[in-house]
């Protein structure tokens, strides 16, 4: 199963190497990672994808990257409400002629184009991974001629969604 792990790191040199090689020690497949500035200016937060088999295993990483010298915190937020994106750049083969046809076909993505040339459109795609692969396969059949993915990033939403069932005035 995929989950989805943030760490928060002191922003110095070698961090994202020890993070990812104590990763590799014990085996874990990074499906996607990034790492960018929080805000606060000397901390930066790491959101990983990982392919864990064993629910043992992901609680054994949790344990062992917190005790990392420049870890800060570590979530498996996988099982919490939250907001998880990627962007993808896609550079498509796209005659004049059939431009109109590829933009009605795409427009539920609410896709940007960010460059344009005689044959070529290059699209910018926000939104869950499962979005940006519809979109690819979507599009792929026109001639997909460069593509780049991001990673996905997450955030936890300030309001979980409760187990307990709401209790009712109106009986």
Known sequence: ????????????????NRVTGLL???Q????????????????????FVVHVEDENKIEQLIKQLSKQIDVLKVNDITDKSIVLRELAL????????TRLEMN????PFRPQVIDTAKNVV?????????????FIELIRPYGIKELTRTGATASVRETQK?????LSILK
Do not use: C, W
């Open 104 to 107: 009605a076909i795409i427009e």
């Open 162 to 166: 409760s187990d307990q069932p709401l």
């Open 24 to 26: 590799m020690k014990r």
């Open 90 to 97: 896609v550079k498509v083969i796209s005659p004049p002629n």
């Open 28 to 47: 874990f497949n990074i499906e996607s990672i990034t790492v960018g500035h929080t805000e606060q200016p000397n901390f930066s937060k790491m959101t």
């Open 1 to 16: 199963m995929k989950r989805v792990i943030t760490v928060i790191v002191i922003n110095q040199s070698g961090v994202l």
């Open 122 to 134: 290059t699209y910018q795609v926000v939104g869950h991974p499962e979005k940006i692969d519809a």
